[in-house]
């Protein structure tokens, strides 16, 4: 596990300490964590065996790392809230990597699982590399989208510690200093960021 600065910018008005388990360097590439792509199952045609060993990856990932972080950020009783898919209504089966931080959550005592706290509500296009072949209708990122296409659960962070989690972290694209900004914005107390991955640019 690696610790990063997000530093502030447009999107977000505050340095913010993230943390990530391992590089993102590209699907196919050698030690790419291949399980982060499987578990968006874009095309909602992935074998479920296949899905649950790629959530048990995951799972197991978070339930070393989610005390790591709450340890050496001195967290108290914090809540782990997720940044939300980029389209509104996806399929339960495009959902496995919420589901998968969902379960860690109830595993640990040591962090309230939130992971339903902001819901998207209007599609955004692919939030993470605008030169992914994914399209979706709706905008790029821009400063207080996740406040414009989400439903956020104020009184589940309000005044609280947040841990917030993503699968990929990518500079430059700005939805999770956005998404921080929100959650700032609706009273936490404090959030701190975390990925799985984090891309290797």
């Known amino acids: 596990m690696t610790e990063f600065t997000i530093y502030k910018n447009e999107y977000l008005n505050q340095n913010v300490t993230g943390y990530f388990h391992t590089y993102y360097t590209g699907y196919g590439n050698p030690n790419n964590p291949n399980y982060l792509n499987t578990l968006k199952n874009t095309f909602n045609n992935t074998h479920k ?8 990856n995951v799972v197991n990932i978070l339930i070393n790392d989610i005390p790591q972080v709450i ?6 009783a914090p809540v782990c809230v997720c940044v939300p898919r980029s389209r509104a209504n ?10 998968s931080v969902s379960v860690a959550c109830d ?3 040591s962090i309230e699982n939130g992971t339903s706290t902001i819901v998207r509500k209007i599609d955004t296009a692919t939030t993470h590399l605008a030169r992914s072949s ?5 905008p790029m990122p821009y400063p ?3 406040n414009a296409t989400c439903y956020i659960d104020k009184s589940k962070i309000y005044g609280r510690e947040v841990l917030l989690i993503d699968d990929i972290y990518t500079r430059y694209c700005n939805i999770d200093e956005d ?4 959650l700032l ?14 891309t290797k640019i």
């Not at 065996?49 to 048990?56: F, K, N, P, Y």
């Not at 340890?71 to 108290?76: A, H, S, T």
């Not at 994914?134 to 709706?138: E, F, L, Q, S, W």
């Open 49 to 56: 065996e296949i899905l649950r060993r790629a959530a048990c």
């Open 71 to 76: 340890q050496c950020q001195n967290m108290n």
């Open 90 to 99: 996806m399929a339960e089966s495009q959902m496995h990597f919420q589901i």
């Open 107 to 109: 595993y640990l005592n």
């Open 134 to 138: 994914a399209r979706n209708n709706g």
């Open 144 to 146: 207080g989208i996740t």
């Open 179 to 182: 998404c921080i900004q929100a």
């Open 185 to 198: 914005s609706y009273g936490a107390k404090r959030v701190v960021f975390y990925s799985v991955a984090y």
